[in-house]
């Protein structure tokens, strides 16, 4: 059964940094495009970053230039590093791999990240 978990969140000042693990099991890692999102109160889930197995990335406007994903395939875990953060980056982060054929996704549980002085 394919499960995806997130660690790396808390509790950081602006312009800090944090990074974000994301670690999976029970599916093909390298046939899978991973991404991150975030939810923040009262908003929609947003995409922040993905990256392909081949190691493409694509970030949100809002986060380029601070925020890097990054895969290890041997690993099967993909994170997500957080610099220069700002109030605006808080929100809940999910863990998403999506089938690059079938395109079958899934989620992983969350983890919080606020961002506050």
């Known amino acids: 059964q394919a499960q995806l978990v997130e660690s790396g969140g808390g509790l950081v000042q602006p312009g800090g940094s944090l990074r974000l693990s994301c670690a999976a099991s029970g599916i093909i890692f390298s046939m899978y495009t991973m991404g991150w999102y975030r939810q923040a109160p009262g908003k929609q889930r947003e995409l922040v970053a993905a990256?392909?197995?081949?190691?493409?990335?694509m970030y949100a406007d809002s986060v380029k230039g601070r925020f890097t994903i990054s895969r290890d395939n041997a690993r099967n875990t993909v994170y997500l590093q957080m610099n220069s953060l700002k109030s605006e980056d808080t929100a809940v982060y999910y863990c998403?791999?999506?089938?690059?054929?079938?395109?079958?996704?899934?989620w992983g549980q969350g983890t919080q990240v606020t961002v506050s002085s």
């Open positions: 990256i392909t197995g081949d190691g493409n990335t």
């Open positions: 998403n791999a999506v089938h690059i054929v079938t395109r079958g996704k899934y």
